[in-house]
């Protein structure tokens, strides 16, 4: 296929919440012109909401939300209830479920003649409670990004700014260790980032696996690259059982560490040097922390790794080329300044046409890009 053939469709949709494979959820249309003493209230909250995500880092930290959930009872519970008996002052854990309440995380209730407001989880809130196998959930997200360590970094985001080149502010914050040097020595925050992880990505799995039709077809030997403890391909494998061999590829240490998975052979290495061959490569959140030479450089070690008409699967958060208000397009912009604040300031999300472009350089000749989750999209490139 000539290489100019690197492209991809796009299709129209009525609605603004529809999803269809190859189009990301339409744009929520912009704010309208404000007055100016509304233009000061919407300030006030942005310079206040720094007490959202803290607030929703103490409420899971309280045991809030497994509380309330109770196995799927998910009955409105009132500040007094979530506390132990004798608490002296309930409406300070009432403040904080205001203010969650106003954000769309609980429900409110003053029904029943009850004087106190009492509290529910909305499909929002319910995202902190585990659904998964490993007992994972959104909350381990929440916490693993508003621990201690990471929080010390934002008040450097502007050397980002001024030194780009240099340091990112984690490093910056923590006498030059990087953020994944530092899980290295912290096992305790280690294992809150993998338990976020793995909270984030078995959802995500299940969208890809339910909605990537035939995605996987003609796949007898698929490749991890990053794969960590092979986790995804094992998911893979189980609902994909023409691929008979998996290999998880990642640094040696890394799948030292890694569980025994039938079907699959942990793989050490660096993939800046080379990449086991497979039928097909699949890449989950990799490329964002690189820079488009590095990501050049990773992409091209995986064309070299496939046959003709072999597959690369990668999996990342993809921006929009417009900017608008929508909670899509604020999720993945507010996502790419916590990756330059914490682990690459020239690490940074991209677009479809970048994307499209980095597989135009390192050789591909075909590519698409599937929006099976609202955040992360696969991009599928065909050598």
């Known amino acids: 296929?000539?290489?100019?053939?690197?492209?991809?469709?796009?299709?129209?949709?009525?609605?603004?919440?529809?999803?269809?494979?190859?189009?990301?959820?339409?744009?929520?249309?912009?704010?309208?012109?404000?007055?100016?003493?509304?233009?000061?209230?919407?300030?006030?909250?942005?310079?206040?909401?720094?007490?959202?995500?803290?607030?929703?880092?103490?409420?899971?930290?309280?045991?809030?939300?497994?509380?309330?959930?109770a196995g799927g009872a998910n009955a409105p519970l009132s500040a007094a209830q979530l506390l132990p008996p004798g608490h002296p002052d309930p409406s300070v854990l009432e403040?904080?479920?205001?203010?969650?309440?106003?954000?769309?995380?609980?429900?409110?209730?003053?029904?029943?003649?009850?004087?106190?407001?009492?509290?529910a989880l909305t499909a929002v809130g319910r995202?902190?409670?585990?659904?998964?196998?490993?007992?994972?959930?959104?909350?381990?997200?929440?916490?693993?990004?508003?621990?201690?360590?990471?929080?010390?970094?934002?008040?450097?985001?502007?050397?980002?700014?001024?030194?780009?080149?240099?340091?990112?502010?984690?490093?910056?914050?923590h006498a030059g260790v990087p953020a994944y040097a530092y899980y290295g020595q912290d096992r305790g925050a280690n294992e809150v980032m993998l338990r976020a992880m793995t909270g984030v990505s078995e959802p995500f799995m299940e969208a890809l696996l339910d909605g990537y039709e035939g995605g996987f077809e003609g796949v007898a030997t698929l490749v991890d690259v990053g794969g960590s403890s092979g986790a995804c391909l094992e998911m893979i494998m189980r609902r994909v059982p023409t691929i008979r061999e998996g290999v998880n590829f990642d640094l040696p240490d890394v799948v030292a560490a890694a569980p025994t998975i039938a079907g699959v052979k942990h793989v050490g290495g660096d993939m800046f040097k080379s990449i086991p061959s497979g039928d097909a490569i699949f890449m989950k959140w990799v490329l964002t922390t690189w820079t488009n030479d590095e990501c050049t450089a990773i992409l091209k070690k995986c064309h070299e790794?496939?046959?003709?008409?072999?597959?690369?699967?990668?999996?990342?958060?993809?921006?929009?080329?417009?900017?608008?208000?929508?909670?899509?397009?604020?999720?993945?912009?507010?996502?790419?300044?916590?990756?330059?604040?914490?682990?690459?300031?020239?690490?940074r999300e991209r677009s479809e046409e970048e994307f499209r472009q980095l597989g135009l350089t390192a050789g591909f000749t075909s590519f698409r890009a599937l929006y099976l989750d609202p955040f992360y999209a696969v991009l599928e490139y065909v050598k």
């Open 95 to 119: 403040r904080l479920l205001r203010l969650l309440a106003s954000r769309g995380v609980f429900s409110e209730h003053a029904a029943d003649g009850r004087p106190e407001r009492r509290y």
């Open 1 to 69: 296929m000539d290489r100019t053939a690197l492209a991809h469709s796009h299709h129209s949709t009525s609605s603004k919440m529809s999803l269809t494979p190859t189009q990301p959820p339409a744009a929520e249309p912009a704010t309208a012109e404000m007055s100016p003493p509304e233009a000061r209230l919407a300030m006030m909250e942005l310079a206040n909401m720094i007490a959202v995500p803290m607030a929703l880092t103490a409420v899971i930290r309280l045991g809030v939300p497994a509380a309330v959930w």
């Open 305 to 347: 790794a496939l046959p003709e008409g072999g597959k690369l699967i990668a999996c990342e958060p993809v921006v929009p080329e417009t900017t608008d208000a929508s909670t899509r397009t604020r999720a993945l912009l507010e996502n790419d300044i916590f990756v330059m604040t914490t682990y690459r300031t020239q690490g």
């Open 127 to 173: 995202t902190l409670v585990p659904s998964g196998p490993s007992g994972a959930s959104y909350a381990d997200y929440v916490l693993q990004h508003h621990q201690d360590a990471l929080v010390l970094a934002w008040p450097r985001l502007h050397e980002a700014v001024l030194d780009p080149a240099g340091p990112e502010p984690f490093a910056r914050a």
